[in-house]
């Protein structure tokens, strides 16, 4: 079972640029999510998707854009990188958005800005 | 808001010690409390859960009570092992939210 999967794995962009960021899953969840995880600051949630069709904003939205291509695909963009913007990407998934219900998570996307 | 607080680390321990990842809460209602472990270049992991208060969430020798009159949800763990070295994450989820809510982590080393 391949879970939750993330492309690419490391990526090095220089200010400025674009870029997306790629998620599915292949466990027939609802709800996916985008979060960002910075040392010594946890993990924060920049979006997600409590179904196919809809997004909303998270904690840290400011610079990034997303999209649920579908059940299986959700995607993050970078649309001008920002030396802020580095930092160690996950994408997660459950079943629905309730709170007894686990998120599943991918194995993160390592983005530098320069 | 909703916020965790996790003992700050890194923790170091010999093989077969103890473990306790003290873990508080603040939180409006009943949220289902969660710790995630994360091991080098992986992605989070589930550990165990608990969804309701005085509940007891456990998997491979970890074991956290969920105490609602202290808003806690700490971890142990009997006897600790080289393999237990990872970073571990509290959590919470608040019905209605759609957001975990995740401590800084707690980075434990485990030494033979």
């Known amino acids: 079972n391949a879970g939750v999967t993330q492309t690419p794995k490391f990526q090095v962009l220089k200010t400025g640029q674009s870029m997306t960021l790629q998620c599915a899953q292949d466990?027939?969840?609802?709800?996916m999510y985008w979060y960002r995880q910075d040392p010594g600051m946890g993990l924060r949630l920049i979006y997600y998707s409590a179904s196919e069709g809809t997004t909303d904003k998270g904690e840290v939205p400011n610079g990034y854009n997303v999209s649920r291509l579908n059940k299986r695909e959700f995607s993050l963009r970078l649309e001008s990188a920002a030396p802020s913007q580095t930092s160690v990407y996950f994408c997660?998934?459950?079943?629905?958005?309730?709170?007894?219900?686990?998120?599943?998570f991918g194995d993160g996307t390592r983005l530098s800005i320069l | 808001g909703d916020s965790v607080t996790q003992m700050e680390g890194p923790v170091t321990l010999s093989e077969e010690a103890f473990l306790t990842i003290n873990c508080t809460y603040t939180a409006t209602g009943y949220p289902s409390l969660f710790w995630y472990v994360q091991y080098p270049g992986e992605g989070l992991q589930l550990l165990l859960k608990?969804?309701?208060?005085?509940d007891k969430g456990s998997n491979k020798g970890f074991e956290a009570t969920y105490r609602k009159e202290t808003t806690s949800f700490h971890l142990e763990k009997g006897s600790v092992q080289v393999s237990d070295s990872a970073v571990y994450f509290c959590a919470l989820f608040r019905a209605g939210s759609y957001q975990l809510t995740f401590g800084k982590g707690t980075k434990l080393s485990v030494i033979p």
């Open positions: 997660a998934s459950s079943e629905t958005g309730y709170g007894n219900q686990p998120q599943h």
């Open positions: 608990a969804t309701k208060a005085d």
């Open positions: 466990m027939n969840h609802n709800s």
